[in-house]
């Protein structure tokens, strides 16, 4: 038997969003003491008052949980440093309500820079097709890990640099690495930093016997790829290059059996969902489950709400909500998996170099709508090379974008804004929210 680690400890929990409360609530079940602070309430929460930092007695304090976006140079962590307290993040709590548990779930777990919402999906979606049991998707997406229920036979999970790196405990049965481009450079100070705040899942996994499905489009996968390869022969590599042993090639799947012709929904479209179908049906596969029963789930994937999201079609038209699209690069793979839309950009800019977005637009034959308090910066982005328009606000840029449609007989009305929704929304969702209810209110 594991001896308990919550026992008669101290932990101060900062931060009560979703994942801040499961915690306080698997630290209650297991007895633990309790401490909670947060910037923004004041009030009673779950039965507790939010202390702030000075306000909390440290001597009782023998572990620090910050939210997962907290950052290091907030207040707390840095008394919490001071203090001397071991600083963990919610990983590491459910790293051990695992290995405490009298039978726990297997589980997938899913990191990189982009693709991990769409893959963590999609793994789920095929395992529910075929495994026997409960399939739960978690972390990053969906349920907070300490939520996730136990009874379950996979738990799939997304994780985040920001949950990896408070952690030392987790080993996945299978981890799986999307891509590793740059990101996160304010959090963890440098691209190195970040590549190994993700890499000790890899690390971690390994050392547990457990199997790795890596990405190997990118320079940094490929890398990882090579080293783990003189480690263990748990290793399967994923992508769109030919050198993966589990490949997409537009409509066909690679694998070392053999070629088969994939059904790919339209939550699916463009060839960056390529990479994610090859890296969901590796991870599968290395769970041991059979390729053939696992095929034909793939094409009533419904895909996540606000990423590519197909909307509705009516006619000849469809609608698309991409709202989840907040830079240009996401932007980018919107472009070429609908060439020909009547793009919907704008909002709140990152201020980021535009000139690839300009590229896709020029490739694709978009046609730009601009809105929102930056509807100018791309406009002037786009002058030139694709038509572009400004317009106040969301609703004028879609009626103007469904008018020239009309005019052409149809086409794909694609949100896919490149741009944060703080100008006018409080987040994305509520941004594709309200395109899905124009679109609603149009086809009526």
Sequence with gaps: MQADPLHNRGFYVYGLGLSGRAVVGYLEDNMARIFVGDDKLEQECDGYIPQQVDDVDWSLVDVFIPAPGLPGTHPAYERARAEHCEILGELELYAWRLM???????????????????????????????????????GNLGLPLLKMPLDASWHVVELSSYQLDLQSSFAADVAVLTNLGIDHLDRHGSIEAYHGAKKKLFDQTCDHGGRLVLGVDDEAGASWHQEFANLTPRLTSVGLAGHAQIHVDGQALHVRSGTYQLDIPKSLQGRHNGENIATALGACLAAGFDLEELLPALSSFPGLPHRLEHVRGHGSFEFVNDSKATNAASACHALRAWPGA???VGGLSKREDLLMLARAAQETSAKAFCFGKDARVFAEALQGVVPAKEFADLPDAFQAAVADASKAGGGAILLSPASASFDAYPNFMARGDHFRELAEAWVA
């Design 342 to 344: 009547y793009w919907l």
């Design 100 to 138: 405490l548990a009298e039978e726990a779930p297997r589980v997938i777990a899913v990191t990189g820079t982009n693709g991990k919402s769409t893959t963590t999906a999609l793994i789920a979606h095929l395992l529910g097709h075929v495994g026997e049991g409960k399939i739960v998707a978690g």
